[in-house]
Nanobody, 115 residues
Framework: VQVVESGGGLVQPGGSLRLSCAAS????????LNWYRQNPGKERELVAQ????????NYADSVKGRFTISRDNAKNMGYLQMNSLKPEDTAVYYC?????????WGQGTQVTISS
């Protein structure tokens, strides 16, 4: 089982990034997909959720209207499109897949918003 995030980096305020989450070793299409973020000394924060089929999404208030979560079950991929980025979006972003008690996390990808 593997969950691997990619796409992080350094971006100026107002810029965009698209994070990817590549899943393997399990039936990705059955799992809910979540994106979290975390800064040192702080709790991990739920950013966005998408159901297994992609028919339902949910966002933290802090990212609504700026971030879009999506998935391609045929490719076993999840995505987080992040627009209008702010310095407070700086964090390590994690992908999590969940089916009941089966939970798989990725290792995280650093996103830094700075001029």
């Amino acid at each position: 089982v593997q969950v691997v995030e990619s796409g992080g980096g350094l971006v100026q305020p107002g810029g965009s990034l698209r994070l990817s989450c590549a899943a393997s070793g399990f039936t990705f299409s059955l799992y809910e997909l979540n994106w979290y973020r975390q800064n040192p000394g702080k709790e991990r924060e739920l950013v966005a959720q998408i159901s297994a089929t992609g028919g339902w999404t949910n966002y933290a208030d802090s990212v609504k209207g700026r971030f879009t979560i999506s998935r391609d079950n045929a490719k076993n991929m999840g995505y987080l499109q992040m627009n209008s980025l702010k310095p407070e979006d700086t964090a390590v972003y994690y992908c999590k897949t969940k089916l009941g008690s089966l939970v798989y996390w990725g290792q995280g990808t650093q996103v830094t918003i700075s001029s």
